[in-house]
């Protein structure tokens, strides 16, 4: 079982920026292509926002694309999301995953979840 915390949630204005922060077990980012997700209201569907896999490269929603930055530190088992130029409907629940392919995108299966953490966006 892989673990996963995510934390930076909390409220911005519309325009603003946010990072969010995702801690993984140890080689994880190394050995796993990893994403961030979220749920959004009223819809509160799971949706792909961006991965990164172990080669170091991402991919990115249509809806986020220019605005959305998706890294990661293998050393610090660490996975970021920058959110800049943040709209009202970016608000939501953002969750960290990881899948056991190494290689991919927002097409794989993740199978391993963090619990998520909330971001307000006002208008």
């Known amino acids: 079982q892989v673990r996963l915390v995510e934390s930076g949630g909390g409220s911005v204005a519309a325009g603003g920026s946010l990072q969010l922060s995702c801690t993984a077990s140890?080689?994880?980012?190394?050995?796993?292509?990893m994403g961030w997700f979220r749920r959004r209201a009223p819809v509160n569907e799971r949706e792909g926002v961006a991965?990164?896999?172990?080669?170091?490269?991402?991919t990115y929603a249509d809806s986020v694309k220019g605005r959305f930055s998706v890294s990661k530190d293998n050393a610090k088992n660490i996975l970021w999301l920058q959110r800049n130029s943040l709209k009202p409907e970016d608000t939501g629940m953002y969750y960290c995953a990881t899948t056991p392919h190494r290689w991919g995108g927002l097409n794989l299966q993740y199978k391993d979840w963090g619990k998520g953490t909330q971001v307000t966006g006002s208008s």
């Open positions: 140890e080689y994880t980012p190394r050995r796993r292509c």
């Open positions: 991965t990164i896999d172990t080669r170091g490269l991402t």
